[in-house]
């Protein structure tokens, strides 16, 4: 079974910066895309950034453009996202994903980042 899990949300002032991690198990298929979303309170659940592997093609939100980096290790299978420059308009509940024509689509539970002084 597929499984993906947040991790590295929390508290941070504006300018700050934090990075989340999402490991990835249960599949054997190389071909994917890992993306993280998020979603504000009173907001809709909205695209941040995208990885796909093989490849290692990136694509970010207008929004976070400049400011956050989406990465993953050699094995393909833990995926960041550094974000710098944090504003307050950034809080919200990060949420990874992943998917792929042999990997179901999977989403994790989600992890806080609060920006705040």
């Known amino acids: 079974q597929v499984q993906v899990v947040e991790s590295g949300g929390g508290l941070v002032q504006p300018g700050g910066s934090l990075r989340l991690s999402c490991a990835a198990s249960g599949f054997f298929f190389s071909n994917y895309v890992m993306s993280w979303y998020r979603q504000a309170p009173g907001k809709e659940r909205e695209f941040v950034a995208g990885l796909t592997n093989p490849g290692s093609v990136r694509k970010y939100a207008d929004s976070v453009t400049g400011r956050f980096t989406i990465s993953r290790d050699n094995a393909g299978k833990t995926m960041y996202l550094q974000m710098n420059s944090l504003k307050v308009e950034d809080t919200a509940v990060y949420y990874c994903?992943?998917?792929?024509?042999?990997?179901?689509?999977?989403w994790g539970q989600g992890t806080q980042v609060t920006v705040s002084s």
């Open positions: 994903t992943i998917k792929g024509p042999r990997v179901p689509e999977t």
